[in-house]
């Protein structure tokens, strides 16, 4: 294909609100999680682990929107495979997600936007405060926690909260319920996606441990919502 893409299906909710936000007439399709921005009037093609590829596919992109952790490796094949090019991310830094969002959005024919360039600002003072050790799960039943080599964690580690399982074998694991009440955190951090916790949704699990309730999307997304990500935490952290 000559140029820049014409016709984006996005299948990953941060690169969603990138391509909404940065160059809106190119984007075509998304998923049904893909909530932001709001209003976004595009075709829906089902979720980000079970994506319905003919929708994909009858979206005519000439290009889809991926993540290695978010979308499944399958999927990504299967649309290869049908000739349709696929741009994968796997960003686990916030260096890295910005220089992925900065060539991806060149790819676009875009240059950098407001909010990429605010995104870089803000995070450019480092954390000067006193440090804390946190748990942060993701999920329950079963529990399961960021572990070590993940976006969100270093995000975390940025606003002076260390990850009490960033040297974890694995990016998620899923310790036994006393063995997380014994890992000398001093903070639970709780966000609301992917699992909804809330005050009377996962904190009595650890009773006596501080919590904090972040926004997923601000914890987790890696796009627009950089810009303002990092006053959004560090006012309930």
């Known amino acids: ?3 820049p893409p014409r016709r ?7 690169l969603t609100e990138a391509v909404a936000r940065t160059v809106p007439s ?14 976004l009037d595009v075709l829906r093609v089902g979720g980000t682990k079970y994506p ?22 399958a999927d990504v094949e299967a649309l290869r495979a049908a000739g349709v ?23 676009l ?9 605010s995104a870089r600002e803000a995070w450019s003072q480092p954390f000067t405060g006193v440090r804390r050790s946190a748990l942060i799960p993701v999920w329950r039943r079963p529990w399961v926690v960021l572990g070590s080599d993940t976006f ?7 606003l002076g909260v260390d990850n009490v399982y960033a040297t974890a074998a694995e990016r998620y694991p899923r310790p036994p319920l006393a063995e997380l009440r014994a890992a000398g955190a001093d903070l639970l ?17 650890f009773p006596g441990l501080p919590y904090a309730l972040v926004s997923g999307r601000h914890l987790t997304w890696y796009g627009p919502s950089l810009a303002e990500a990092r006053a959004v935490l560090e006012a309930v952290l």
């Open 8 to 14: 984006v299906v996005s299948l990953v909710p941060s």
């Open 52 to 73: 319905d590829l003919d929708r994909v596919r009858a979206a005519a992109p000439d290009l889809v929107l991926a993540n290695a952790e978010e979308n499944r490796r």
């Open 189 to 205: 951090v709780l966000p609301d996606e992917p699992y909804a916790f809330t005050a009377d949704d996962g904190p009595e699990a």
């Open 26 to 39: 190119l984007l075509v399709g998304a998923t049904d999680w893909c909530v932001e921005p709001a209003g």
């Open 109 to 117: 024919g875009a240059a950098p936007p407001d909010w990429l360039r």
């Open 85 to 107: 090019p696929v741009w994968v991310t796997y960003p686990r830094t916030l260096p890295s997600a910005l220089t992925s969002l900065e060539r991806l959005l060149a790819a």
């Open 1 to 3: 294909m000559a140029g």
């Open 152 to 158: 969100a964690g270093d995000l975390l580690a940025r």
